[in-house]
């Protein structure tokens, strides 16, 4: 079978291998078999070990986008009169802020400046201004921005007030190395269509098993979306409660394989060759990034839309679409941005052939890469 190569520099879904792709193809299986527990119950374990998560660790799997953990964590962890403090400097942060506003969730809502990390100092500020917080909320890599911020830090000072920290870290896990006991993380999340480059439907919450115990006796705010009831049926049956995204479970089988022949250090060298073939490109071409390099997460890259009056976000995407290489919008407030971002099985060599398209793109529209002061 010869499936055609799409380039994506959008922030996921993220380019497979062929490999992954066709593991999707296997025979029909019904999930309640004791083979498909099987499967399910290495997955959950590899899941875990990727962050270097001990014994006191465990994972729990979902059917849905990535924006389900963040539900999940939100609603499910959250003790009856008790508060979730969200440090808030992005997109994904803000998206945490609605969930709680939808579950009518006390909150509070630290809003930072977008361009750079969230300050430390002012959380453990928001923290001692209120003893009510439980749990503190943030974003490993705001990925509409590109800032990557630090969790280690904001950990312990959550951890110094008694809070559960938890992390979104859909857009860094599998790629940046993330060491869930020593980055002092309770909960964190993922989906399988991003780091992990398999394909989409299946998304995974990894967390200390003995607070998602603990969480049992918490106000159930919701049926489908409850942690601890996903985690119960989990260890009761070994299996999902509902039923499961099979192929995408078979995918993610696949990738992890390729995932550890690979190498967790192999694998992030491999995405910042990308992202600095990224940034060479731009810098060739005349183009800006919005935020400091030394706030990037290595992995996206926001590129301010040039002043030439020719430039047609539309148009660029277009011309690259057809060819093969998809870009994707900004998502930075209002700064005018669009992103290239270094997730997914490419390398160096992908990026050369995109500046090439990029390039014609910018002559065949006339557009000249220059800013007003
Ligand atoms: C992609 C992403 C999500 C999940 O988005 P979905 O559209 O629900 O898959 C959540 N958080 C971050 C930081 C992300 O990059």
Not at 148 to 176: K, Q, W
Not at 245 to 267: D, F, H, I, M, S
Request: glycine share 6%; net charge negative.
């Amino acid at each position: 079978m010869n499936i055609k190569r799409n380039i994506l520099l959008n922030p996921g879904p993220a380019t497979t291998s062929d490999t992954v792709k066709l593991a999707q193809v296997v025979p029909d299986i019904c999930p309640r078999e004791r083979d498909f527990a099987v499967l399910m119950q290495g997955l959950r374990r590899d899941l875990v070990r990727i962050v270097h998560g001990d014994e006191r660790y465990t994972s729990v799997l979902f059917c849905g986008s990535g924006t389900m953990n963040m539900d999940v964590c939100l609603n499910s962890l959250l003790p009856a009169g008790k508060k979730v403090l969200v440090a808030n400097n992005g997109a994904y942060s803000a998206r945490a802020v609605e969930i709680c506003e939808a579950y009518g969730l006390p909150h509070v809502n630290l809003r930072l400046p977008v361009e750079r990390p969230v300050d430390v100092d002012a959380v453990e500020r928001a923290l001692a201004d209120d003893p009510d917080v439980a749990l503190v909320y943030t974003t490993h890599h705001e990925t509409g921005s590109g800032v990557l911020n630090p969790i280690r830090e904001i950990g312990a000072a959550a951890h110094r007030r008694g809070c559960t920290f938890v992390v979104d870290t859909t857009s860094t896990y599998a790629m940046r190395p993330i060491n869930i006991v020593e980055d002092n993380v309770d909960f964190l999340m993922a989906s399988a269509q991003k780091g992990l480059q398999s394909m989409t439907g299946l998304s995974f919450v990894v967390g200390r098993e003995d607070k998602i115990r603990e969480s049992a006796a918490f106000p159930r705010r919701s049926y489908y979306c409850n942690l601890f009831l996903q985690y119960d049926y989990f260890e009761k049956t070994g299996e999902m409660h509902f039923t499961p995204p099979v192929q995408t479970v078979y995918a993610t089988l696949q990738a992890l394989r390729e995932y550890w022949a690979e190498g967790e250090e192999a694998k992030w060298a491999r995405h910042t060759r990308v992202f600095e073939a990224i940034h060479r490109g731009l810098a060739e071409l005349g183009f800006r990034d919005l935020v400091r390099r030394e706030y990037q997460s290595g992995l996206v890259v926001s590129v301010c839309y040039p002043d030439d009056p020719n430039w047609s976000f539309e148009k660029v995407h277009d011309y690259c679409y057809e060819r093969g290489f998809t870009i994707y919008p900004g998502k930075v407030g209002s700064a005018r941005t669009f992103r290239l971002c270094a997730l997914g099985q490419i390398d160096e060599p992908d990026i050369a052939a995109f500046f090439k398209v990029l390039k014609a793109a910018l002559q065949e529209y006339k557009i000249e890469v220059r800013y007003n002061g």
